[in-house]
């Protein structure tokens, strides 16, 4: 058998896709479906019966006993709840059933759930909903439901409920601007999601001798090593076999699963790793990107690895994100941030470009806060590189168009020419009409935006319906514009005039790294959040918590009660750090280094007593002795800390204490236990090393 005919019995094979269907459900039926998932016809009793059961029969053959609700509440991992197609029979028997009503809804018990206040303990019942517009999938024994999940009342106790409705709100508004421009063709758009995943792997040994990896996902010890990722010899090297060998696998399990992995590649750190999909609609990707997570994890165990998720794993090594490539697609198959080869003569495109420039502008502090998770704090501006500053990237194509509109109106596209290499022996290739930045958080990449704040451990639903919701709201008012104008070009002149003047701050091509572009951030008035707590307070900003209503994609309650569990997310992810860092230096660091500080007391016994002198070994002693007792000090303050921390009365009281009191004070103990682990024996050092976790593959 061919590879190539290999590979496609492979992809989607345990997707119950629109193939399948097409095979095994009646031709009405599957042509209902089609118009239920697209929002044409609500769904019946008889058609989600006829469905259960032919999935049920599909899911049987591949050796599937149960079925689960897959869902994704506000934890930002997924959840399921098995139950097996057996029902018994009066006479002790049984069959195997899965009715319509199963397949729709689910009742997990929803008490356990983080819900921030939405559903007091008391009324424990909440619902998942099978979300028809993501595929049914098998792993393992299971039978896969991509659902969203609600409280009694309907509240969305999920990441799923908003995306939809978030890419609901975008449908109208933007059909609605559309159909003003005089678009008659398209029925439809939808955001595309194309996530680039990064992870760290780790070997297995390492990972098990380390309580704050286990536990944490991070380090929160550990010196620089010797060698970190100044030779830049990683980016896109050769991949180590075993690497190798796990990525095949990886593939192999998405590609089955009907998740369209595609490119793979080794990241700037040592130990770091990419891997992307085909974009698809942001949903299904969203879905997918969760998928990918799961069976990164699940392989490198199987490959004596560990897959580290988390956003900043080691420090001082480049951290983990999860670029969300984000654009805007016509049920026709316009890409409608793709601005053709004369970009100014682009009407359509001009208006979408311009709208996501304002709504970038006008709600940044909200996409800030979409990307705010305790991992994320160690990427983005606390310590290192990239800042937390929104801004945008446009290249020099567009920005000169952005300017000629603020001037009043585009009339040329710069283009980019040939690219000469300087050799007859290589082709001339057509230059790409601007340059890459690799520093921007909110890029434009030729057809699309890439969203790079986003962490490696989120889930891609926050951000993508934080970016969809802004969005929809700035189309709603161009169309509100747009739909009473008697002149729509010149209507489109001015708005985009205005849009191209008021937010031309937003926009910068530089080095965003640099410490020069924090304060000229500053100087044009874009916000700097830098810590989670203080970039999660904007999003019940009045003016917020108006936009999210008017776009039915959050109620009030629903918003307060996520940054209720943001903040306490916050909160107890430091706690449970502090606990870690406590732990390990109080019950491994400590007496080790004592261990060391009494072998080297005796050993400058035993050469005083031999009548030589000892002045290294004292030294060290020395060194190591005051060293042992500033630890010890550090240590009693970061208890203190964490004490008072636990004591806060309120939410939010209590998050800045952690971040103001006990993130400092960690800090301090792992200062002295970093400077004492390049003073202290190795083999007596409890912890492995950056250099043995970062460079062993
Ligand atoms: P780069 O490293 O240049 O950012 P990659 O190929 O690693 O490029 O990733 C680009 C990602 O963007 C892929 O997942 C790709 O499918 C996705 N993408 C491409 N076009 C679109 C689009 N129109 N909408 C959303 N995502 C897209
Ligand atoms: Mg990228």
């Given at each position: 058998m061919s590879n190539q005919v290999k590979l496609n019995e492979i992809f989607g094979a345990k997707v119950f896709n629109d193939a399948v269907m097409r095979q095994r459900l009646p031709k009405m039926i599957y042509s209902d479906f089609v118009k239920v998932r697209t929002g044409q016809k609500e769904m019946t009793q008889a058609v989600a019966d006829i469905l259960a059961n032919a999935m049920k029969d599909w899911a049987l053959e591949h050796g599937a006993t149960h079925y689960c609700h897959w869902f994704q509440p506000m934890t930002g991992l997924t959840a399921e709840k098995h139950d097996s197609f057996i029902s018994p029979l009066p006479d002790g028997r049984t069959i195997l059933e899965f009715s319509g009503k199963e397949l729709i809804k689910g009742e997990p018990d929803?008490?356990?759930?983080?819900s921030g206040g939405l559903r007091?303990?008391?009324?424990?019942r909440g619902y998942t909903v099978w979300d028809y517009t993501s595929p049914v999938f098998i792993k393992g024994k299971t039978l896969y439901i991509p659902s969203a999940f609600c409280t009694y009342?309907?509240?969305?106790?999920?990441?799923k409920t908003p995306l939809l409705r978030s890419m609901d709100a975008l449908n109208k508004q933007a059909m609605r601007v559309l159909r003003a421009l005089?678009?008659?063709?398209?029925?439809s758009v939808t955001p595309t999601l194309g996530p680039e995943q990064e992870y760290f792997l780790v070997d297995r040994k390492f990972f098990e001798q380390r309580l704050d990896l286990m536990?944490?996902?991070?380090?929160v010890y550990g010196a620089p090593p010797?060698?970190?990722?100044?030779?830049?010899?990683?980016?896109?090297?050769s991949m180590h076999e075993r690497v190798s060998a796990f990525m095949d696998e990886v593939n192999l399990e998405l590609w089955k699963l009907g998740v369209s992995a595609k490119t793979q590649h080794h990241e700037v750190a040592p130990a770091q790793y990419e891997i992307a999909p085909i974009f698809t609609t942001a949903n299904v990707a969203t879905d997918h990107n969760q998928i990918t997570m799961e069976t990164l994890q699940k392989v490198a165990r199987r490959h004596g690895f560990v897959c580290l998720m988390h956003?900043?794993?080691?420090?001082?090594v480049n951290g983990s994100g999860k670029h969300n490539n984000w654009s805007l697609v016509t049920d026709?198959?316009?890409?409608?941030?793709?601005?053709?080869?004369t970009p100014h003569e682009n009407m359509v495109f001009l208006v979408f470009l311009c709208a996501v420039i304002r709504a970038v502008d006008k709600y940044g502090p909200l996409l800030r806060a979409s990307v705010a998770n305790p991992g994320n704090e160690h990427r983005?501006?606390?310590?290192?590189?990239?800042?937390?500053i929104v801004s945008i990237f446009l290249g020099d194509q567009l920005t000169d168009i952005v300017e000629q509109l603020a001037a009043g109106g585009a009339k040329t596209s710069k283009q980019g020419g040939s690219l000469k290499l300087?050799?007859?022996l290589l082709p001339p290739l057509p230059k790409d009409c601007t340059d890459r930045n690799r520093?921007?958080?909110?890029a434009f990449t030729g057809n699309k935006f890439e969203f790079?704040?986003?962490?490696?451990?989120?889930?891609t639903a926050g951000p993508c319906f934080t970016l969809n919701t802004i969005v929809a709201d700035v189309l709603m008012e161009i169309a509100d514009v747009l739909e009473k104008s008697q002149d729509v070009r010149a209507d489109v002149q001015k708005l985009l005039k205005q849009f191209a003047t008021d937010h031309a701050r937003i926009i910068f091509n530089g080095d965003?790294?640099?410490?020069e572009w924090v304060l000229e951030a500053q100087r044009r008035g874009?916000?700097?959040?830098?810590s989670t707590v203080e970039s999660l307070?904007?999003?019940?900003?009045k003016e917020h918590v108006a936009l999210f209503e008017r776009q039915g994609v959050l109620g009030r309650h629903e918003l307060q009660a996520r940054t209720e569990i943001l903040y306490e997310n916050y909160s107890k992810t430091l706690n449970i750090e502090a606990g870690v860092t406590l732990e390990i230096a109080k019950r491994q660091i400590l007496p080790r280094c004592m261990r060391y500080a009494t072998r080297l007391a005796r050993s400058i016994k035993e050469l005083t007593a031999a009548e030589a002198d000892a002045p290294v070994q004292k030294r060290e002693l020395h060194k190591v002795s005051r060293l042992i007792e500033e630890l010890s000090g550090a240590i009693d303050a970061l208890e203190k800390a964490v004490g008072k921390a636990r004591a806060s009365d309120t939410t939010l009281s209590k998050a800045e204490s952690f971040r103001d009191e006990v993130f400092p004070a960690m800090g301090a103990v792992r200062k002295i236990a970093d400077t004492l682990e390049t003073l202290v024996d190795a083999d007596l050092w409890p912890l492995p090393s950056y250099a043995q976790m970062l460079f062993t593959r």
């Open positions: 929803a008490s356990s759930f983080p007091v303990m008391f009324e424990a009342n309907g509240q969305a106790l999920d990441k005089g678009e008659v063709e398209p029925l536990l944490c996902g991070r380090t010797p060698r970190g990722q100044e030779m830049e010899d990683h980016y896109f090297g956003e900043k794993p080691f420090a001082g026709t198959g316009t890409n409608l941030l793709d601005p053709g080869t983005l501006g606390a310590n290192e590189a990239p800042p937390a300087g050799t007859s520093t921007s958080p909110f790079r704040m986003v962490g490696s451990s989120q889930s965003n790294y640099g410490p874009l916000p700097n959040l830098r307070a904007p999003m019940l900003d």
